[in-house]
T-cell receptor, first 113, second 110 residues
Framework: EAQVTQNPRYLITVTGKKLTVTCSQN?????MSWYRQDPGLGLRQIYY???????DKGDVPEGYKVSRKEKRNFPLILESPSPNQTSLYFC????????????FGDGTRLSIL | GQSLEQPSEVTAVEGAIVQINCTYQ??????LSWYQQHDGGAPTFLSY????GLEETGRFSSFLSRSDSYGYLLLQELQMKDSASYFC???????????FGPGTRLSVLP
């Protein structure tokens, strides 16, 4: 089954404790992205990747890091999480750029206390 | 900066037709996409327009006017299962850089 898998689905943690949210896709897609979703703001792109070792900033990259060492994986790293990073996070992948459909994972709800 | 505007809420009855508008002001433009998201779920792709005109996919159609920086999603023969949030999204000239609108919550009444 074609899917984008995120882990964990839920996480409650404390300020300053490094965390990683993993994302893996099994569709051999070149493009992957991370978004955060907050009420009334829609989805905001954090980082995106166009291929292995190629990443670029989206609209809200501050406080986040990513890496793309393998085509299927695109982890999101919060080195020193803060309460304003409490949000719902989605990973997405697509075969091509522009209008190609993005396939989203089920989301990760992070609470930073 | 980049901004997209959509109505925050729309209500319609089963069987009706509803149009959700999206206007955008962005530094680049590659195309306009539409996504549906049910409560507690992930966004799912509905349609995409890169050129002016109407794209039809079953009960859903999407329209784009690049000169007006405007697009809309048209949902026909509304069903209860269409109750969801709908987001327009602009892909900027760099391809995978997306900006999403704030979303429109559609409620379909019996």
């Amino acid at each position: 089954e074609a899917q984008v898998t995120q882990n964990p689905r839920y996480l409650i943690t404390v300020t300053g404790k490094k965390l990683t949210v993993t994302c893996s896709q099994n569709m051999n897609h070149e493009y992957m992205s991370w978004y955060r979703q907050d009420p009334g703001l829609g989805l905001r792109q954090i980082y995106y990747s166009m291929n292995v070792e190629v990443t670029d900033k989206g609209d809200v990259p501050e406080g986040y890091k990513v890496s793309r060492k393998e085509k299927r994986n695109f982890p999101l790293i919060l080195e020193s999480p803060s309460p304003n990073q409490t949000s719902l996070y989605f990973c997405a992948s697509s075969q091509g750029q522009g209008g190609q459909p993005q396939h989203f994972g089920d989301g990760t709800r992070l609470s930073i206390l | 900066g980049q901004s997209l505007e959509q109505p925050s809420e729309v209500t319609a009855v089963e069987g009706a037709i509803v149009q959700i508008n999206c206007t955008y002001q962005t530094s680049g433009f590659y195309g306009l996409s539409w996504y549906q998201q049910h409560d507690g779920g992930a966004p799912t792709f509905l349609s995409y327009n890169a050129l002016d005109g109407l794209e039809e996919t079953g009960r859903f159609s999407s329209f784009l006017s690049r000169s007006d920086s405007y697009g809309y999603l048209l949902l026909q023969e509304l069903q209860m299962k269409d109750s969801a949030s709908y987001f327009c999204a602009v892909s900027l000239i760099y391809g995978q850089n997306f900006v999403f609108g704030p979303g429109t919550r559609l409620s379909v009444l019996p």
